[in-house]
């Protein structure tokens, strides 16, 4: 029996309370799924954060306390983990009260967990930070991805692909609009630390790794900077010593603005949800029968979709598939900057990688939609086909163009580079986007959104796979760089330039006062600077996760009947 006050003072938000009346308009619905997937999808912007919150204290240019990149990526990482956790447990949930309630949700989880981030980072507490983005914030992505995903498979059963693709076309778009914003927020809160003079003006000293000068206040912890690093902050600065501590990169009050700006644009977004009546089809559509047996008539309930190997397969190829590029996206702009920053300075700059990581979005965005409309005429196995097979090639010719680009810098290896990882990216979104379809062919529309909440885990687990492997990879690769380059320096020359002693080695890195590109200054010449081959160990394991990928969507195969729910009309949606 239909219930008015169902949910109590939270009545109006529920599923039975948001029926759309006969007529209304079904794309009215597609702009609030894409406005909160806008909002959610910033996430994929979050190395545009990483230099501000890895030089915190130093302003400049990393201090000795100030956070390691790997454990800022992590942060992305856990808010990606949270993000599956939060689609699998809730997605019966979502089912019962419907989009309208799960968004709001959303809003105060995304929204709530930038302020705490805000707080974390202002207070120089790490733990916060991965409270709030991560833990908070990541529930809230999940909740917010969600959300829409049923809601349109029902709304449009003539384009299952198109739909979907619609909403989540928004999350890969998110980071496109993010960006640039973040990056002027940045800009406008940030300040520029206590500068002391020239490098050979300032007395310094060297302990424990840690770089001190000496002042008529007395010694304090500085960072020595570069013109390049210098130039970068606000109105520009001469290279030279920084005092730690003073200035600010901004970061805190970007979170506390961007908090403030995503629930609010949530919130609207999440009262304009409305959910078709049962059994509602488009004026003058019938299904078509299935050209083969892909496409089910029949529903699977959300607890024994879990008992079928269809699921488990998809399940895989989700998790390869994410794995393969997330890990690439979080240090994106990192990556470009480090394999052709080196051998091609003045045609990657900073500029230049900022904008590499607005076309991840770009690709990302339109890949969504491309792939996903593209699966409604090709067929989804054929569509994640195309993922594996070509995405196996690209992510083989990466290592070839970063190598052949290190020792002949030419506009071919880099063109190269880039066309192949936007192809990529945008074969990354689009498996997002057309996994939702698949599982209403596989498994009907009935728990779609709850199975395909319980996939998502898959997308957890990638979280931390592809940051994990990507960060340990790159760690190993720079420590066996390093080691190598220093045997080869000078120890004169390397004491000379770091103020202390070639065997202390290992605590110039850990404060980050020995890098590649530093030890580079005084190798000897025609030492060949290994930054550009820092990733190709891990664009081959990524190409073997796509080759397994390959393997468990050629196997899959229509659900066998005794899955079957036995009364699908009677389970499509809650008694009113």
Known sequence: MSNANSGGAFGFLMKE???????????????????????????????????????????????????????????????????????????????????RMVGVVAATLWGGG????????????????????????????????????????????????????????????????????????????????DYLGATDAIATITEAGRLFAETTSGKIEVVVASAAQAANLPGGGAAGVYA???????????????????????????????????????????????????????????DQALKTPQFWQMWVMLCFNVTAGIGVIGVAKTMMSEIYGTTMPLIVTAAFASTYVLMISVFNMVGRFFWASTSDFIGRKNTYHCFFVLGTVLYLSIPYFATAGAANPSMFYLIGFYVATMIIFSMYGGGFATIPAYLADMFGTMHVGGIHGRLLTAWSTAGVLGPLAITSLREMSVGRAISDLAARVDPAAFAEKFGAPLAQIDQLVAAKTVTISKLMEIAPQGTIDPTPGLYNTTMYCMAALLVIAFFANLLIRPVRDHHHHAEPSMAAAPAE
């Open 17 to 99: 309370n948001i029926v759309a009346k006969p007529g209304f308009n079904r794309w009215l619905v597609p702009p609030a799924s894409i406005a909160i997937h806008l909002c959610i999808g910033s996430v994929y912007a979050w190395s545009v954060f990483n230099p501000a919150l890895t030089r915190e204290l130093g302003v400049v240019a990393p201090a000795a306390d100030d956070w390691s990149l790997s454990s800022v990526v992590w942060i992305f990482s856990v808010a990606i983990v949270f993000l599956g956790l939060a689609a699998a447990f809730a997605g019966k949930w979502l089912e019962k009260v419907g989009p």
């Open 114 to 193: 930038f302020i705490i981030g805000s707080l974390g980072i202002a207070s120089h507490q790490l733990w916060l930070v991965y409270l709030g983005y991560g833990v908070l914030g990541g529930c809230g992505l999940g909740l917010g991805y969600v959300s829409p995903v049923s809601t349109l498979i029902r709304w449009f059963p003539d384009r299952r692909g198109m739909a979907t693709g619609m909403a989540i076309m928004g999350f890969g778009g998110g980071a496109m609009i993010a960006a640039p914003v973040k990056g002027w927020l940045l800009s406008v809160f940030a300040t520029a630390p």
């Open 244 to 302: 730690v501590g003073t200035g600010n990169t901004g970061a805190a009050s970007t979170f506390m603005t961007l908090g403030i700006v995503y629930f609010f644009v949530m919130i609207i977004a999440a009262f304009s949800y409305r959910v078709p009546a049962e059994d509602w089809k488009p004026e003058g559509w019938q299904p078509k029968p299935a050209a083969s047996g892909m496409i089910t008539r029949n529903n699977v309930h959300i």
